[in-house]
């Protein structure tokens, strides 16, 4: 049975979030402070977060930023208002979805199970082309066992998506990748509104690789088409 953390300070909203998705089969635990969800997170981890942005202690978005120095578990955000949703999709702080309040707690319950889904344990060896364990490609070293790529020789702090995304492209370097192929190579599935999560992910994939050497920019930008990587 996955567990479900909901940090939430509104009770009629975390009500209708714990019904439902307790009629879905999933454990809840209701906090509504983020300071607290981030303790208990370290302690007792749950399979996703469900975390509204406006609380009491810290912002959502703080408590998202410093659960990622110690934790890929899934996040999708609760925001108010379109301000906020701005920050969900540009700031790269790594939640995996967000819900636009008012919602409809039967459709959180069906993006937790579709997102639990993606996370699972993948089959084996990508559809692509299958990489050996630390292959060098160009400025990049990918450590697959390790789940780490270096570049330029510096290790990169990718989160699962931005290297799963990377992993894709250096399977196959100068191929035009659709938002499509990539989010097919990264094991999430084709829903809507997930296409702009992948050019997210790019998006602070390079700021990242900006930091190693910063006039390289390796990944290309294909318009209407997609993405590439570039070696040399
Ligand atoms: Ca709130």
Redesign the pocket.
């Known amino acids: 049975m996955s567990h479900i953390l909901i940090v939430?300070?509104?009770a009629a909203i975390a009500d209708t979030l714990v019904y439902a998705l307790q009629a879905e089969g999933f454990a809840t635990t209701w906090l509504t402070l983020g300071e607290a969800a981030l303790a208990l997170q370290a302690a007792s981890p749950a399979d996703l977060l469900i975390l509204?942005v406006?609380?009491p202690d810290i912002s959502g978005f703080e408590a998202c930023r410093r659960l990622r120095r110690f934790s890929e578990v899934p996040v999708i955000f609760l925001t108010?208002r379109d301000a906020e949703i701005d920050r969900v999709v540009g700031l790269e702080i790594g939640a995996d979805d967000y819900v636009v309040k008012p919602f409809s707690p039967r459709e959180v319950a069906a993006r937790v199970r579709a997102i639990l889904k993606r996370v699972a344990p993948r089959p084996a060896a990508p559809a692509a082309a299958p990489v050996t364990a630390q292959e060098q490609r160009g400025p990049f070293r990918l450590d697959a066992a390790r789940v780490q790529i270096h570049y330029h020789g510096q290790p990169l702090a990718l989160t699962r998506h931005e290297f799963r995304l990377l992993e894709a492209l250096l399977g196959q370097p100068e191929r035009v990748f659709s938002r499509e192929q990539l989010l097919d190579a990264c094991g999430v599935a084709r829903e809507a509104g997930y296409e702009r999560n992948v050019d997210s992910h790019i998006k602070s994939l390079r700021a990242k690789l900006r930091q190693v050497a910063a006039d390289a920019e390796p990944i290309q930008t294909h318009r209407g088409l997609g993405y590439s990587l570039r070696l040399s």
């Open positions: 939430e300070d509104e509204d406006g609380l108010a």
